[in-house]
Nanobody
Framework: QVQLVESGGGLVQPGGSLRLSCAYS????????WGWYRQAPGGQRELVAT???????NYADSVKGRFTISRDNAEKTVYLQMNSLKSEDTAVYYC????????WGQGTQVTVSS
């Protein structure tokens, strides 16, 4: 059974940085477009970054210039480097392929607060 396991979240002050990781247990990692999504309290899940098979990236306007998505096909892992964090980045972060599976991992909580 395919699993998605996110890690790396935590509590950070505004302006700080975090690096999220997502490990994939399936066999087809390298062929998929991968994305990082987030869901803030009371909000809907939104897609914030994607990376293609050829490592082309795309970002939501709200994170452009601050977040960087990357992938390691050999390790079947997707990363999200988050810099210059703001309070509005507070959310549970999830990874999934794009379009997504109909299941999700447990996510990793990111809290930006002083």
């Amino acid at each position: 059974q395919v699993q998605l396991v996110e890690s790396g979240g935590g509590l950070v002050q505004p302006g700080g940085s975090l690096r999220l990781s997502c490990a994939y247990s399936g066999r087809m990692f390298s062929i998929y477009v991968w994305g990082w999504y987030r869901q803030a309290p009371g909000g809907q899940r939104e897609l914030v970054a994607t990376i293609t098979r050829g490592a082309m990236t795309n970002y939501a306007d709200s994170v452009k210039g601050r977040f960087t998505i990357s992938r390691d096909n050999a390790e079947k892992t997707v990363y999200l480097q988050m810099n210059s964090l703001k309070s509005e980045d507070t959310a549970v972060y999830y990874c999934n392929k794009s379009p997504s599976y109909d299941f999700w991992g447990q996510g990793t909580q990111v809290t930006v607060s002083s």
